[in-house]
Nanobody, 118 residues
Framework: QVQLVESGGGLVQAGGSLRLSCVAS????????MGWYRQTPGTERELVGT???????NYGGSLNGRVTVSRENGKNTVYLQMSSLNADDTAVYYC????????????WGQGTQVTVSS
């Protein structure tokens, strides 16, 4: 059973930075891509960014270069570094992972709350 566990969420002041981490366990192989989505109540889950095993990244448009997604070489661990946070970044952030050839993530974390106070 694959499990993704996020950590690092919490309360941060506007203008501040935060780093989220996610570790996947239970997979016999390294995921091709891992990354992050976020969601607020009543909205669809939104792409934050993903990174492949070859370090290719893909970012959602709404974060305007304020985030960096990275992973440890050859490991099922992914990080999300966020800066210049504002109230609109308040959301539940979900870690995800997919195997090569899959169109969509096959595994999701439980989510970690990020709250930005203004």
């Amino acid at each position: 059973q694959v499990q993704l566990v996020e950590s690092g969420g919490g309360l941060v002041q506007a203008g501040g930075s935060l780093r989220l981490s996610c570790v996947a366990s239970g997979s016999a192989v390294t995921f091709y891509a891992m990354g992050w989505y976020r969601q607020t109540p009543g909205t669809e889950r939104e792409l934050v960014g993903t990174v492949t095993i070859g370090s290719s990244t893909n970012y959602g448009g709404s974060l305007n270069g304020r985030v960096t997604v990275s992973r440890e070489n050859g490991k099922n661990t992914v990080y999300l570094q966020m800066s210049s946070l504002n109230a609109d970044d308040t959301a539940v952030y979900y870690c995800c992972a997919r195997h090569y050839g899959d169109l969509y993530p096959s595994a999701w974390g439980q989510g970690t709350q990020v709250t930005v106070s203004s």
